[in-house]
């Protein structure tokens, strides 16, 4: 089920928050059985099977969560690792089944020619975010950062969340811990929350959603051979925005639909695309995974407090290693996290970051977007060939025009959803926000305002208009 659905937005939200508000307002037990139950039926409206594969990950997650709670607490750190040792294994074993197993045996058969029969299995939506919750709240039990869930549906309920369930961001155990129980609803929380859900509704439905025609477009031609130089910068450019605007969308209706319900999640994007550095992107660029990867793998594998040079670049390699195959069982993601191994540690051990200067801060911003963008070509193509003909063409060297009919047209037709993407994707908005006095008149001009986007969202989605969500798929 979609957020920008109207089943999700005309049935299923509604009825949640009458019964949540009305009929469950006194009782925060059956709030949270709600809640979780909820969101149990959420993912299993379009995963029907897998969301059997949740249940069990709950389970196995709820029940280890208590045996490591009862073996820090009688004395036993021993037998409280040996069992979250266990209990990650089990989650990556999850995720290495359902989301790697086709790519190993393929790859198995390609190397050798084993002529091993390749599994069909699909990939249930979001298992990689919801397995990582479940990582967390283990590894959180075991640190002592939070306290062991008595109550399976408490632990069901962390980790099937329907706001952040299929497309995160990625709420660590810690974080909401105590809201489970303690959260206070408030309406200035409820207001704040609708608020934020309909900035992130709007950007995912009018300019991911538009600016994507212009990434396939591209993705097309470039797979039929032809494509100009215009029209394939034209396409990258559109996909650095339609990636943007699609994922931080999400992320915004996320964290407002837990506001709604009293939950504070953490940020998630910070306008990732004016930074000076690879380093500063990856700092406001999908936060929740960067922390993840830097609390639970990168510290506990020494991060940069080691002896030796090569043992700080190793671990770096681990966590881009990891960051490129947690999106995705393909070499192009692969090589797109060691593509930003290889930036991170040039910036960290050439001095790049101690430039200083007003023309400094320029150049370091070109090279940043260029390496951002010509990261996402690599990101969206199907495999590596596809990858090096388009950037190949970005630079003519497929031999087509510099430009051609197709970017003259999509150009023409997409200019405002471009500029308004690349506008907003810069801190302007709050720039003008601070310019302005607040008055109840600016206050009623921005609701409205706001208002009048929401429904020309809802206009575009009631004619069907093209909506992918593209982390899905993670």
Known sequence: M????????????PAVILIYYGLLRWSRLLQNVFLCLASLFFYAWGEPKFVLVMMLSIAINW????????????????????????DIFFNLLIIFIFKYLNFTVSNINSAFGAGLKVPEIALPIGISFFTFQAISYVVDVYRGSGEAQRH???????????????????????????QIHNRTETMDDFCEGIKRFIIGFCKKILIANNVALVADKAYEIAGQGGLSVGMAWLGAIAYTLQIFYDFSGYSDMA????????FHFLE???YPYISRSVTEFWRRWHMSLGTWFR????????????????RHIFNLFVVWLCTGVWHGANWTFILWGLMYFVLL????????????????DVLKYIYT????VMGWILFRADDLPMAAHYIGACFGAGGGPVFDSSFIEYARQNISYLAAGILFSTPFAPWVAKKIRPTAVTDLLYAACLGALFLASISFLVKGSYNPFIYFNF
Request: net charge positive; no cysteine.
């Open 2 to 13: 979609l957020f920008s659905s109207n089943t999700f937005l005309f049935a299923f939200l």
């Open 63 to 86: 029940a280890a969560g208590l045996l490591v709670s009862s073996a820090r607490s009688a004395g036993s750190d021993r037998k409280a690792r040996v069992i979250l040792g266990i």
């Open 152 to 178: 399976i549906l408490n632990v069901g309920l962390y980790i099937s969340f329907f706001p952040q369930l299929i497309a995160g961001p990625i709420v660590r155990y810690e974080t909401i811990a105590d």
């Open 255 to 262: 964290i407002g639909l837990g506001r709604m319900f009293g």
């Open 268 to 270: 998630n994007f910070n």
């Open 295 to 310: 609390d639970y793998v990168y510290i506990p594998l020494g991060g940069s407090r080691v002896r030796t040079r090569a």
């Open 345 to 360: 540690v040039f910036e960290r051990f050439s001095g790049f970051n101690d430039l200083k200067g007003r023309g400094a």
């Open 369 to 372: 977007m260029f390496f951002v």
